[in-house]
C-alpha cells in the first residue's frame, strides 16, 4: 500500500509558475512509475507526465517546454515544476503510483490538488 500525498497547489495569474510535491510513503517509492494527471470540470482525466523508474520521462503535448517532471527517491518525492501557466491548465492535479508485473499491479492515487490560472 502506498499513501500519496500532492501539496504546491494554489491560484497563479497566467505566466506564473508553481510547483507541485507528491510524497509517498508505505512502500519502495522507487520501483514506482510516477505520473502527475489531472482533471478540468466537465472534462476527463488526463495524463500530464511520468516519470520511469530509470528517470525517463513522457509528456502530454500541451505541455513540452513547460512542465517538468522529476523524482527524489532518497525523499520518496515526485515533482512536477509548472512554467508559463495558462488558464487552459486549471485543473485539480493527481499523483499516481503504479507498478506492475506479471499477472499483478499496482495503482495509487493522491487526493489531488487544485490549480488555478486566472487573472
Known amino acids: 500500500q502506498v499513501q500519496l500525498v500532492e501539496s504546491g497547489g494554489g491560484l497563479v495569474q497566467p505566466g506564473g509558475s508553481l510547483r507541485l510535491s507528491c510524497a509517498a510513503s508505505g512502500s519502495i517509492f522507487s520501483i514506482y512509475l510516477m505520473g502527475w494527471y489531472r482533471q478540468a470540470p466537465g472534462k476527463q482525466r488526463e495524463l500530464v507526465a511520468n516519470i520511469a523508474v530509470d528517470g525517463s520521462t513522457r509528456y502530454e503535448d500541451s505541455v513540452k517546454g513547460r512542465f517538468t517532471i522529476s523524482r527524489d527517491n532518497t525523499k520518496s518525492t515526485a515533482y512536477l515544476q509548472m512554467s508559463s501557466l495558462k488558464p487552459e491548465d486549471t485543473a485539480v492535479y493527481y499523483c499516481?503510483?503504479?507498478?506492475?508485473?506479471?499477472?499483478?499491479?499496482?495503482?495509487?492515487w493522491g487526493q489531488g490538488t487544485q490549480v488555478t490560472v486566472s487573472s
Open positions: 499516481n503510483a503504479f507498478h506492475g508485473g506479471d499477472g499483478y499491479e499496482y495503482d495509487f
